[in-house]
């Protein structure tokens, strides 16, 4: 498989994360035609916006302009909700989610070396 384009790949993860090209835009303080601009091919973003967009994602840099593979992410659409919803989370209310999923799961948790 040839190296795709950054628009392909920006595409390709937006629709895998269930996002519209609005709900992409608005996260990024773009206009929806930005969005689309940069699926096209018809615009390239700068070195910000593209940090911002592999954050998003969690998919490195070099992923993104069709050099390399994405970081990995679990094919559950549960983990992959509940990662999204971690990435809007204070880090108090983080905690207190894993505080809470520790009390409730706690064989999820143990360390499967011991």
């Known amino acids: 498989m040839g190296e795709e384009s950054f ?11 269930g996002e519209t ?15 689309s601009m940069y699926e096209s091919g018809e615009r ?12 998003h994602y969690e998919v490195d840099l070099d992923y993104l302009l069709g050099r390399d593979r994405p970081a990995p992410e679990s094919e559950d659409p549960d983990i ?9 989370m204070t880090p108090e209310q983080r905690e207190n989610l894993l505080r809470y999923a520790r009390f409730m799961f706690p064989e999820a948790f143990e360390d499967s070396d011991a």
Do not use: C, D, N
């Not at 628009?7 to 994360?17: Q, V």
């Not at 090209?21 to 969005?35: D, F, I, T």
């Not at 390239?44 to 954050?55: D, F, R």
């Open 7 to 17: 628009g392909l790949r920006l595409r390709r993860l937006r629709r895998e994360h």
């Open 80 to 88: 992959r909700m509940i990662a999204r919803a971690g990435r809007k």
């Open 21 to 35: 090209q609005p709900e992409l835009a608005k996260l990024l303080g773009l206009s929806r035609s930005a969005v």
């Open 44 to 55: 390239e973003p700068k070195y910000e916006l593209l940090t911002a967009i592999a954050a």
